[in-house]
């Protein structure tokens, strides 16, 4: 069969609809039914256990010590056991194929996802400190010092210190796949791009990225200011899961807590998050294509069609593509995500951890506490925003937090890799036991 590539993939191992790996599934060959359509009739039922089987009536689970598809058996009559026609009966211990591939898929995946949005967290906290933080005179350029500030930050203020906001992104991230499920629903902008596509489908698909993050925008400005805020100025009894909510209406409707006047209103804001957005998703796409079709492209042909493909094989090239995607983005428009969070952030008083080195740390013996400082930007947009901080702090000054970025992608793919080493020898044993 021809390889097919995949529609879309959403992080759990699961491909797409015109894929042979769609849901895992596995063909169903029907008596008498031609040889063409036979591997097209896939369906995505959970994988036949012995012993949790839905059993059909005058039908019951054998027992270990029955012989599978013994004359007279129950299970015999209903085929349980015996080789269909162009199937090889499963050697016993051996699990089968599908759930191998389904677990090989969903493990990847749950690595990937854990990794990107609870491992991660600190980084993303960090380089965002950095970012607004125009005080510091160290840029944290390289990962040796983000690690080093991060450590003392954590040491300071305990493990929560560097996790905070977690719940604030999860929030932003459902109300990102609900606005534009709900948009795309009401109107002709598609969610998903065809394998053949047309220029006026991938320009209203990336309308529809742009709208999604137009209307998510008060709600990642609230999340922005929970990820930064210092702890220690933090009020416990008053905040809660939902303030993210709470604080993205407020910021929307213009009500809620006094801010400074230096406070930019969303339409400012809108222009800025949109592009960034739309090109991150652009810039993504393009280099998770490019980057998939080199690695299907270097892999090996395999020696016997017939068997079953590799589930690693099969499931690991796309996240592996995915990674680079996401990376090059990030580091292609770190300047413009820079000014993004800057000017999201002025004028909410917002009081960030100082991320220089000797003022992370707690005076020894002292008793004291880490140094915090004011977020005081007076930017008139986003382009004095980027002229500003290319006089004052110099080219460096957009990649502020940059080893903090190098990082989480660093820890995502030494996790990735380390996943996919378990799984292999996981299923090298499976298949020799």
Known sequence: MASRRPDSFDGLGYRGRDDPLYGAGYPVRSAGAPAELQHHHWVTTPPDIPGSRNLHPGERTPRSDEPPGEAGAPGAAAGWGAPQAGWSAPQ?????????????????????????????HPCIVFRRQCQVNYHARSYHLTPFTAVAVMYSITKAQGVRALWKGMGSTFIVHGITLGAEGIISEFTPLPRELPHRWSWKQLAGHLLLKGLTAVVALPFYCASLIETVQSDIVRDESSSGLLDCVREGVARL?????????????????????????????AVAAAVQRAALWLLQRSRAPRADPSEPPDPLDAYFP????????????????FP???????????????????????????????????????????YDGVQDCLHAIRRKEGGA?????????????????????????????????????
């Not at 796309?318 to 428009?333: K, M, T």
């Not at 940059?402 to 378990?422: E, P, S, V, W």
């Open 336 to 378: 413009l995500e820079t000014a993004l969070h800057r000017l999201a952030l002025q004028g909410t008083r917002t009081i960030i951890d100082a991320t220089d080195g000797a003022a992370a740390v707690v005076a020894a013996g002292s008793g004291g506490s880490p140094l915090v400082l004011p977020v005081n930007t007076q």
């Open 318 to 333: 796309e996240l592996a593509a995915a990674w680079a995607g996401s990376l090059v983005a990030d580091v292609a428009l």
């Open 397 to 433: 000054g957009f990649y502020r937090g940059f080893g903090a970025l190098l990082t989480q992608y660093a820890l995502h793919g030494a996790l990735l890799a380390a996943a996919r080493t378990l799984l292999r020898l996981l299923l090298l044993d499976a298949k020799s036991s």
């Open 253 to 281: 409707l213009g009500v809620g807590a006094p801010h400074s006047r230096r406070l930019l209103p969303l339409g400012g804001l809108l222009l800025p998050a949109a592009l960034h957005a739309v090109l991150r998703y």
């Open 92 to 120: 016993p211990g051996v699990p089968p194929a599908e759930q191998l591939n389904r677990f090989a898929g969903f493990g990847i995946g749950l690595v990937s996802l854990f990794t990107e949005n609870v491992l991660a």
